[in-house]
């Protein structure tokens, strides 16, 4: 059985974009099967709270204690195909990500290289699954076993004391999720059905970077 349960952490700024399309999303999943012969069940779940770290890691454990099978974060800024979730459900991967442009001007992608030392673009030609050393959540599916195996907190923020600031939080969830034996994927195909939306509508294949 597939228990899906989504997960939107948010200060309480929700984009009526984004959710149109966790309301489609939902409707779809309730009449077209993820797989054949599959059972399936949904449930959404919202937080709101200041702090991004303490909503994900309620979020999260709030799914487990109702046994949930996966994980996925939806960020209240992103709007989506409905078979954006079908996509990386189907990759049968225990940790896949969207990938999708930081949404102020001139920012790049927001996957980072598996050496964490640049960023991937995710165009025309990338190819349907790539490494990726981190991600932002903004829409990352993620498998039970993950937190099951990782130790809590889940969602620390890191102070780097040469840059005298803190990390988000998805940078060291990424970091512990690859030490424990799960390689983070970023879906390109997924990708470039993502909208990022902030002061501009930020696609894969934003005609202003031509």
């Known amino acids: 059985m597939i228990y899906v349960n ?16 966790v309301a489609n999303f939902g409707l779809t999943f309730m ?14 779940r919202h937080l709101q709270s200041s702090c991004i770290s303490y909503g994900r890691e309620r979020l999260v454990s709030d799914a487990l204690a109702d046994g949930a099978t996966h994980i996925l974060f939806i960020d209240d800024d992103i709007a989506f195909d409905p078979d954006v979730p079908y996509r990386l459900l189907r990759r049968e991967r225990p940790l896949v990500v969207g990938n999708y442009k930081i949404r102020f ?31 932002g959540f903004g829409m990352a599916l993620i498998a039970r076993t ?22 988000t939080e998805d940078f060291p969830f990424f970091q512990s999720a690859r030490e424990h034996g799960f390689i983070p994927m970023i ?15 930020y696609r894969w294949n934003d005609p202003r970077d031509t």
Request: include cysteine; glycine fraction near 6%.
């Open 6 to 21: 989504v997960c939107i952490p948010t200060s309480g700024l929700v984009r009526a974009e984004h959710a149109l399309s």
């Open 31 to 44: 009449q077209q099967p993820v797989f054949p012969d599959e059972t399936q069940k949904i449930i959404f």
């Open 146 to 167: 993950v937190f099951e195996t990782l130790p809590q907190p889940w969602f620390p923020q890191q102070w780097h004391p040469d840059e005298k600031t803190y990390t």
């Open 187 to 201: 879906d390109h195909e997924a990708s470039r059905h993502l909208v990022h939306i902030g002061s501009y509508r």
């Open 105 to 135: 001007e001139g920012m790049p992608f927001a996957a980072l290289t598996p050496d964490l030392t640049g960023r991937i673009a995710t165009t025309a030609q990338s190819p349907p699954l790539e490494e990726c050393g981190a991600c």
